[in-house]
């Protein structure tokens, strides 16, 4: 399939780019590196051996995504692109629902517009809001997010099920993944985020690597084992198999949208995390104890058993895979992609 990937310079879609090409896949990149780096696109090159076109574009801009299907014969459509962060979300609602609302209703007009008839979407276990049971099971209905980031998640998946009930030829997977880290094992492409980290695993990667002084965990008086938030860690290798996974099993899904969780079934603390990062690295690293992050929920992990049993998809790297990992690309690059 010829496959463009929306985000496919960022984070997880870089690692998707190559697991694709790697599938068989022909790959086109949108991209309006908003949040990621040209360079990148070099090394999936030099990674896949293959040349990946791009299109540096705004997909908000319904005209250019237009041109853009018009221009391409695209098969399928992995969309990744968006704004991502909780917080900034929480300051800039406008923002997030604009661009991640308008970009996917852009895309989805085009595909309709196009033929296109495939996708797979990148969503998050922050759908399942404060309430649903843990481990959390794609049929929970009560989906809702205490951000306008998570909101849009939800959202966007309500709207991609609206459009497929009104189009019997529209197959749609919402993947919703739990805590993506890790890198490529070749240290040359990983998570590159500007400014001070938001998540765990980049932060750590830059206390070790020198770029700031000490982790802060997030509170320790949580009713947990060690009293740290417990989070499904996924590597992102395992992550961009089950993206292709779902591309290749559209067809025959048991309904034309189906949701899945993309997670280990595991819960691993944030101290634990450390102690991992830290065996990595061969030494200790600086922590503090700081009050708890306002949103944060105590624990929650997936149950992959859908994907599983549907995808034919399972995590199979561990903790310390997903640390070496990311200490071997933020060794190899401290300040993240190069600008030129
Ligand atoms: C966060 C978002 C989630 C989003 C995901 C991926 C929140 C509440 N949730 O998930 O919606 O889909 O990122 O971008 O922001 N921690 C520390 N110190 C740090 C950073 C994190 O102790 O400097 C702790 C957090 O309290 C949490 C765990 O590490 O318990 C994981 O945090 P993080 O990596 O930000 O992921 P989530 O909060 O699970």
Known sequence: ????????????????????????????????????????????????????????IDLTDAAK??????????????????????????????????????????LLEAMRHHGVHRLVFSSSATVYGEHAPVPYTEDYDRLSSSSPYGQT??????????????????????????????????????EDPQGIPNNLMPFIAQVAVGRRDKLTVFGDDYPTADGTCERDYLHVEDLAAGHVAALEHLDDMVTPVRAFNLGTGTGTSVLAMLQAFERAVGRELPYEVGPRRA???????????RAQTELGW???????????????WQQANPQGFPDA
């Open 314 to 328: 399972q995590a199979v790297k561990t903790i310390d895979d997903m640390c070496a990992d990311t200490w071997r």
């Open 153 to 190: 998640k939800v959202m966007i998946e309500r709207i991609m099920a609206d459009v497929a009930a009104a189009d019997p030829a529209l197959r749609v997977a919402l993947l919703r993944y739990f805590n993506p880290v890790g890198a490529h094992p070749s240290g040359q492409i990983g």
């Open 1 to 56: 399939m010829r496959v463009l990937v929306s985000g496919g310079a960022g984070y997880i879609g870089s690692h998707t780019v190559l697991s694709l090409v790697a599938a068989g896949h022909d790959v086109v990149v949108v991209d309006d590196f908003s949040n990621s780096k040209p360079t990148v696109v070099g090394r999936l090159e030099a990674l896949s051996g293959v040349h990946v076109p791009v299109h540096a």
């Open 65 to 106: 995504t237009e041109r853009l299907f018009a221009h391409e014969q695209i098969d399928a459509v992995v969309h990744f692109a968006g704004l991502k962060a909780v917080g900034e979300s929480v300051a800039k609602p406008l923002e997030y629902y604009r661009n991640n609302l308008d970009s996917t209703l852009s």
């Open 295 to 305: 949103g944060d929920l105590p624990a929650f992990w997936a149950d992959p058993t």
